[in-house]
């Protein structure tokens, strides 16, 4: 979730952290495909990740206002409905369609929707529901965005490997950008009246209490006991390096050097995952899929050009 901030010199320390965390976020596909490698369902994978995460969120808030009496950890009444959206479009099912998407299509083209359409979509609910006018470029950048998604869909799936699975998993993996696009516009009015983190942390930690009823449905708990050591790594490298530590770093960075520096490291994590996926799962990413990937990343670039 990202703030309005003026953009200011970015310090070699900060960019530092931003590769570090676009390294995080970037292999997390691939290691979301490792636990589901491992037996692992996504929704299961999704619970115990933000299970653990929130639990880490609650031990910073908690700590914070031990150090700052005057810090607020309360949120107005009226604004619950907005939170309780917030956990589950950010976190429940974002990360349900996310994750289901990577064990059916891979984590390659899980990365390209995920990263690179949320601006496009961002954009276009801005115009139908913030009144926000598109410019010439960002018409025709979407347009061009969305010439290159379906390219990925048709002919990533028909032509790699997996078929029709595929084929499915990237149409569910396109219902991730519009849930993130939709938990991005109703989190500004939010983000400008409480802490930031403050929020992050609820939405994590009510995000993963609302992913307990899926998991129990589907009986994964039980899984958790007979989990492989490479399972628990997975898991705890989403938890505390994606989640926790990416929060962290992401704040800190934002707060110095502003929205437009910071997001622009956004556009390295598609690299990041696809580098990962073809060197350590063995994943075909062929020229269709790389074609409608740079018309995507072409499209992004016209409509977040100042």
């Not at 219902?175 to 802490?195: I, N, V």
Request: charged share 10%; glycine share 8%; aromatic share 12%.
């Amino acid at each position: 979730m990202k703030m309005v901030v003026d953009a200011r010199p970015m310090s070699h320390l900060n960019a530092l952290l931003m590769l570090l965390l676009i390294f995080f976020w970037g292999s997390s596909f691939v290691v979301v495909k490792i636990a589901l490698n491992e037996g692992l369902s996504p929704t299961a994978v999704a619970t115990f990740r933000f299970l653990i995460a929130g639990a880490l969120f609650l031990v910073a808030i908690v700590l914070k206002k031990s150090t700052n009496r005057e810090y607020n950890l309360n949120i107005q009444l009226r604004e619950l409905p907005t939170i309780l959206l917030l956990a589950l479009t950010g976190v429940t099912f974002f990360f349900i369609a996310q994750y289901t998407g990577i064990w059916m299509a891979g984590a390659s083209i899980a990365a390209i929707f995920v990263c690179l359409l949320a601006p496009i979509i961002i954009s276009a609910l801005s115009v139908r529901l913030l009144k926000e006018k598109l410019r010439r470029l960002q018409i025709i950048g979407t347009a061009i965005a969305a010439t290159g998604t379906s390219i990925v869909i048709v002919g990533g799936g028909w032509n790699a490997q997996g078929g029709l699975d595929l084929l499915i998993g990237s149409l569910i993996l396109l219902l991730t950008p519009f849930l993130w696009a939709t938990y991005s516009l109703l989190g500004r009015k939010t983000l400008e009246k409480y802490d930031a983190f403050l929020v992050v942390a609820y939405v994590n930690m009510l995000g993963g209490l609302f992913l307990v009823p899926f998991s129990v449905a589907e009986n994964s708990f039980h899984v958790a006991l007979g989990m492989s050591s490479i399972g628990w790594l997975s898991i705890l490298f989403l938890s505390v390096t994606c989640s926790f530590i990416g929060y962290l770093i992401w704040f800190h960075v934002l707060k110095q050097a502003g929205a437009a520096a910071t997001s622009s490291f956004l556009f390295i994590e598609p690299v990041i995952t696809v580098v990962f996926a073809v060197t350590l799962l063995g994943e075909r990413v062929d020229a269709s899929v790389l074609g409608g990937a740079f018309l995507i990343f072409l499209g992004v670039y016209l409509v977040t050009r100042k």
